[in-house]
């Protein structure tokens, strides 16, 4: 009996299928385009600095073969190949299409052609074809306007780097655990796992992620045993995309630091542990699986949708591999006796702020230490002091690039010194030693000897300065009657002043009235126009999907009254441009990226944390101030 409900089952429910197929290919036959493969440009016309966009797209293909792109003699390829391909809906007419692109800068000025590309299409070979561009030697706008492209990113962009691969789509079948295990991982990346005392090594803990996460640092690496210098703000959250086994990830630079090791012997990087929320999609029924053959297995190709499934969250914590640095002990042969532990490479100076002083007044010698190694660790070198001079205080000023590897610049060490008595001095040579890791030897430098001269302190006299007393003497008559004229004069002109004076204030208060009513309408108006107060608003209700978007929103605005540019022109490559020509920083325009990127991601991936909603809206209120001066 059930052999035969599955038998009946079977029966009926081909030819449903079958019928269906018909329909479909009813439906569809009107639409179903001549295959075409075509050249397109972003643009005919640009200048030799400009960049454009190359695309070949094949349409209404079933079975694409190998694409075989021309050469580009007369261009460099600054980006591509670029894949892509889609499916649209139009009026119930149904068109697929896929895309190589490449992004070209020319070489030259002229007409340059673009030969055609060549494909295995449905089992027949098919050309493109072929393209001219006029390149000119001025700039064109032509390039960065052309509909339906988009122009090369500026490199501040992440869309300047290759697409990631995600792989958030859980198969039937397909275990969970392996699947993350595969595309999300901490790696920890050393400059070498053997040194020598003192000799910097950079640590670079790095997340390899194909699938989207929350993801939060539980538990630092200790890095005991090791002097400490990050490279990179561990607030900050550097992304880049890195080709690993093949394919491409994004990573995530959590901590890259300069570690300098204190004691010799085997010393233990910790791991770092990460606590990760995982998004990952969990395939409909059929998905993934190998279709069947004839009309059955036709059909599922149809309607099967490999990325149609339920979202779901995975929670995993994950930790980095310990790393063991070997640390040899510097050695013992041919060590010179004034050596302090400096290692690396560098230069020394001397100079004095004064080469000639008074007894008993300070003067200053700065000894200055340039070069790469373990230089914050390194302590004053010691000046020997001619007799009759005396050495009361010392301090030092560094001046660090920490982000060099290794870590370099300059420590100045300022030796304040008085002189008992007069005289020609010579400040002896300041030596130091250090031990150069790549030579494997030790190696000693001096700067000086420095000259000066101490004078003998003068005794200032101050001798007073005797007024002769006035003479006395009787005025005459007329003298009197002159000095009540001038009292008369006096009081007029007094009273002339005042009433000036008066009619000033008066003026001037009512000038600052005007003022302050001006700005308290300027006032009024910043607030009433206030980009973020929607924001603000979603933030405070906690309602934190609309608040990324609002931000998103008032940013994009922004920036378009900022460049006085319509909507259909807003793109990276303008934004960038455009700014840049109004002053702005590169540092501002990525800080600009980071919000607009940190948006949208959240708009997908919707995982909110109030201290990123805080740290967001104090970084937007300083971009929409800077777009609004």
């Given at each position: 009996?059930?052999?035969?409900?599955?038998s009946?089952?079977?029966e009926?429910y081909?030819?449903?299928?079958?019928?269906?197929?018909?329909?479909?290919?009813?439906?569809l036959?009107p639409?179903?385009?001549?295959?075409?493969f075509?050249a397109?440009?972003s643009?005919?016309q640009?200048?030799?600095?400009?960049?454009?966009?190359i695309?070949?797209v094949i349409e209404?293909?079933?079975?694409?073969?190998?694409v075989?792109?021309?050469d580009?003699?007369?261009?460099?390829v600054?980006?591509?190949?670029?894949?892509?391909?889609?499916?649209s809906i139009?009026?119930?007419?149904?068109?697929?299409y896929?895309?190589?692109?490449?992004v070209?800068?020319?070489?030259?000025?002229?007409?340059?052609?673009i030969?055609?590309?060549?494909?295995?299409?449905?089992?027949?070979?098919?050309?493109?074809?072929?393209?001219?561009?006029?390149?000119?030697?001025?700039?064109?706008?032509n390039s960065?306007?052309?509909p339906g492209?988009?122009p090369?990113p500026d490199?501040s962009?992440?869309?300047?780097?290759?697409?990631?691969?995600?792989?958030?789509?859980?198969?039937?079948?397909?275990?969970?655990?392996?699947?993350i295990?595969?595309?999300?991982?901490?790696k920890?990346?050393v400059?070498k796992?053997?040194?020598?005392?003192g000799e910097?090594i950079?640590a670079?803990y790095?997340l390899?992620?194909?699938?989207?996460?929350?993801?939060?640092?539980?538990?630092h690496?200790?890095?005991?045993?090791f002097?400490?210098?990050d490279?990179?703000d561990p607030?900050?959250?550097r992304?880049g995309?890195?080709?690993?086994?093949g394919?491409?990830?994004?990573?995530?630079?959590?901590r890259?630091?300069?570690?300098i090791?204190?004691?010799?012997?085997?010393?233990t990087l910790?791991p770092m542990?990460l606590?990760?929320?995982i998004?990952?999609?969990?395939?409909?029924?059929g998905a993934g699986?190998?279709p069947?053959s004839?009309?059955?297995?036709?059909l599922?190709?149809?309607?099967?949708s490999?990325g149609?499934g339920?979202?779901?969250?995975?929670?995993?914590?994950?930790?980095?591999k310990?790393?063991?640095?070997?640390v040899?002990?510097?050695?013992?042969?041919?060590?010179?006796a004034d050596?302090n532990g400096a290692?690396?490479k560098?230069?020394?100076?001397a100079s004095?702020?004064?080469?000639e002083?008074?007894?008993?007044?300070?003067?200053i010698?700065?000894?200055?230490?340039?070069?790469t190694?373990?230089?914050?660790?390194i302590?004053?070198?010691v000046?020997?002091?001619?007799?009759?001079?005396?050495?009361?205080?010392?301090?030092s000023?560094?001046n660090?690039d920490?982000?060099?590897?290794?870590?370099?610049?300059?420590?100045?060490?300022?030796?304040?010194?008085?002189?008992?008595?007069?005289?020609?001095?010579?400040?002896?040579?300041?030596?130091?030693?250090?031990?150069?890791p790549?030579?494997?030897v030790y190696?000693?430098?001096?700067a000086?000897?420095?000259p000066?001269?101490?004078?003998?302190?003068?005794?200032?006299?101050n001798?007073?300065?005797?007024?002769p007393?006035?003479?006395?003497?009787?005025?005459?008559?007329?003298?009197?009657y002159?000095?009540?004229i001038?009292?008369?004069?006096a009081?007029?002109?007094l009273?002339?002043?005042?009433?000036?004076?008066?009619?000033?204030?008066?003026a001037?208060?009512?000038?600052k009235a005007k003022e302050?009513?001006?700005?308290e309408?300027?006032?009024?108006?910043?607030?009433?126009?206030?980009p973020l107060?929607e924001s603000?608003?979603f933030?405070?209700s906690?309602d934190?999907?609309?608040?990324?978007?609002?931000v998103?929103r008032?940013i994009?605005?922004g920036?378009?009254?900022?460049l006085q540019?319509?909507?259909?022109e807003?793109?990276?490559?303008n934004?960038a441009?455009?700014?840049?020509?109004?002053?702005?920083?590169?540092d501002?325009?990525?800080q600009?990226?980071n919000?607009l990127?940190?948006c949208?991601?959240k708009?997908?991936?919707?995982?909110?944390?109030?201290?990123?909603?805080?740290?967001?809206?104090?970084e937007?209120?300083?971009v929409?101030h800077?777009?609004t001066?």
């Open positions: 009996m059930v052999l035969l409900t599955k009946t089952t079977i009926t081909i030819p449903f299928r079958i019928i269906l197929f018909c329909w479909l290919c009813l439906l036959s639409v179903m385009a001549q295959v075409k075509s397109q440009a643009a005919q640009i200048g030799k600095s400009d960049y454009v966009e695309q070949f209404n293909a079933k079975d694409v073969g190998s075989q792109p021309p580009f003699p007369d261009f460099n600054v980006q591509g190949p670029n894949q892509s391909s889609g499916m139009v009026n119930g007419n149904m068109s697929q896929k895309g190589i692109s490449y070209l800068q020319p070489r030259k000025t002229g007409v340059l052609t030969k055609p590309a060549t494909a295995t299409i449905d089992g027949q070979i098919m050309h493109t074809n072929p393209l001219q561009v006029t390149v000119q030697a001025q700039s064109s706008q960065s306007k052309a492209f988009n090369l490199p962009w992440p869309t300047a780097q290759p697409p990631v691969d995600m792989d958030e789509v859980v198969r039937p079948g397909e275990n969970v655990a392996e699947k295990r595969k595309n999300f991982f901490i920890v990346e400059s796992t053997d040194c020598y005392l910097p950079v670079t790095k390899y992620a194909r699938l989207r996460s929350d993801s939060r640092v539980t538990k690496p200790s890095l005991n045993g002097s400490v210098y490279m990179v607030s900050e959250d992304v995309v890195e080709k690993y086994n394919k491409n990830y994004s990573v995530h630079i959590i890259k630091t300069q570690l090791p204190l004691q010799p012997g085997d010393i910790d542990e606590d990760n929320d998004y990952l999609v969990k395939a409909t029924a699986k190998t069947e004839g009309f059955s297995g036709l599922d190709r149809l309607f099967d490999e149609a339920t979202p779901f969250t995975q929670h995993l914590v994950i930790e980095s310990p790393v063991t640095i070997h040899k002990p510097l050695p013992e042969e041919g060590k010179p050596f290692v690396g560098y230069s020394l100076s004095l702020d004064s080469k002083v008074d007894t008993g007044d300070a003067a010698l700065a000894v200055t230490i340039k070069g190694g373990n230089l914050p660790v302590n004053s070198p000046v020997n002091w001619p007799a009759g001079m005396e050495s009361y205080d010392m301090n000023k560094e660090i920490k982000a060099n590897a290794p870590l370099g610049g300059s420590k100045t060490f300022n030796y304040s010194f008085i002189a008992s008595k007069p005289g020609h001095y010579v400040l002896p040579a300041v030596k130091m030693s250090y031990f150069d790549s030579a494997r190696k000693s430098i001096e000086g000897p420095v000066i001269e101490v004078n003998h302190l003068a005794k200032k006299k001798t007073p300065v005797v007024q007393a006035p003479e006395h003497s009787r005025n005459p008559e007329w003298f009197r002159l000095g009540w001038a009292a008369f004069a009081i007029a002109i009273t002339v002043f005042i009433f000036k004076e008066s009619k000033k204030d008066a001037l208060k009512a000038e302050a009513a001006a700005l309408k300027i006032a009024a108006a910043s607030i009433k126009t206030d107060e603000r608003a933030r405070v906690g934190y999907g609309k608040f990324y978007g609002s998103n008032a994009w605005k920036v378009s009254d900022k540019l319509p909507a259909s807003l793109n990276k490559l934004i441009s455009g700014l840049r020509a109004r002053g702005w920083t590169d501002e325009i990525i600009l990226k919000i990127n940190e949208e991601l708009l997908y991936t919707p995982a909110y944390n109030t201290l990123d909603v805080e740290r967001l809206l104090g937007a209120e300083s929409t800077r777009l001066v």
